[in-house]
């Protein structure tokens, strides 16, 4: 898990490492474009009167935070999974050594005597 620091709001927004900037920054280009489009037309192309309401910006900026959310939804679970198998992988491990310190007896060397080659 990636825990970071406090720092400023403003440069949490360009921290790449560990972020779902670098996977959406396409579509975050394609849409301030779109917007930055409409803005410098004015709702006038062609000297025809387009009627622009917020509702496709609202639905585009759900649409965002609903594929934000499930990846970040996503990320947690796999990290969640790791845990869980590290964490049976430990108990395993335990147990198997346990298992082979019981039933395996190993010659124990008395401290006193002192074993020499022939």
Not at 11 to 38: C, D, H, P, Y
Not at 45 to 71: D, E, Q, R, S
Not at 77 to 98: C, P, V
Not at 107 to 114: E, H, Y
Request: hydrophobic share 50%; aromatic share 14%; glycine share 6%.
């Amino acid at each position: 898990m990636i825990t970071r620091q406090r720092t400023n709001w403003l440069q949490m927004l360009f921290i790449w490492k560990g972020s779902v900037l670098r996977n959406i920054i396409i579509q975050l280009i394609l849409i301030a474009v779109f917007s930055l489009t409409i803005l410098y037309f004015n709702g006038r192309i062609y000297h025809y009167k387009v009627h622009l309401n917020p509702t496709i910006f609202t639905l585009i900026g759900l649409a965002l935070v609903i594929f934000m959310g499930f990846y970040n939804t996503a990320s947690y679970d796999r990290f969640w999974e790791g845990r869980k198998l590290w964490g049976t992988l430990i108990i395993e491990a335990r147990m198997l050594t346990r298992q082979v310190l019981t039933l395996v007896r190993i010659p124990r060397l008395n401290p006193g005597k002192v074993r020499r080659p022939l």
